[in-house]
């Protein structure tokens, strides 16, 4: 059998050369070696005639077919089950929501809900406290966060959050007082912008012009930038206080020198009077 260019043509039997048209193969295992053999079919004037070829008689080791087992992986910690904490929260809402306004019977439920707790549910906790702030059950924001604060949990930026709105929604304006003297004495060089922004808006929500210059006081101290809401709300107390000057040199320090308008569609940068804001 030869090779000429890039097929096959039989060379050993009478088909005269023609193309192989089909070409098989099969193994033949004996006791010490395996086989390769491959059958050529050649088709000379409606006459198939097969010719056998040997064409591998190297003797091959037989290959294990064992698989190796896969390496188990061992974790150092367990997954939490984020649905899990959500049926929690769901559950915690559904509690808080059929007790009556007590301390002591809410307070009672509550250390029921985590009475078989190897560890606080602090991801549920937060999340029953989201929906409560979705549903605007501020009373029953006020009692969760409470409640949560004298466990000791809790004690982030973002439940302290929650709590002030809750207390501005729900007029509490001496708890959220007291609460934001509390964040000041503890974190005192860790307070966001964000909780910053927050007091100021319940004060000038409640009329207070002198407790959001107080707290303006406490931000200049502590080195927190206000935002724009904040200057707003800053100058708008000192205007009320009748203090114009000081108004207008805390504007001018604070305020943005450009701001943004929409005209035709399109949102463009314009530079802002600091005087009249």
Known sequence: MAQVGLGWFCSG???????????RAFTVHSATKVTNIKYIDCSNNHRNRRSLVQLNTSSIEKKSNNKQPRKTEHHLWMKRDSAESG???LNLVRIISELPNDKEVVYGAL???TAWETEFPLIAAAKALKILRQRSRWSHIIQVAKWMLSKGQGLTMGTYDTLLLAFDMDGRVEEAESLWNMIVHTHTRSISRRLCSRIISLYHHHHLPDKVIEVFADMEELGVKPDEDTVRRVAHAFQELGQEEIRKLFVNKYQCKWKYLHFNGERAKVKRDVWNG
Not at 13 to 23: A, I, N
């Open 87 to 89: 049926h929690k929260a």
């Open 13 to 23: 039997c009478s088909c005269g050369g023609f193309p192989l048209q089909k070409l």
């Open 111 to 113: 250390d029921k809900w």
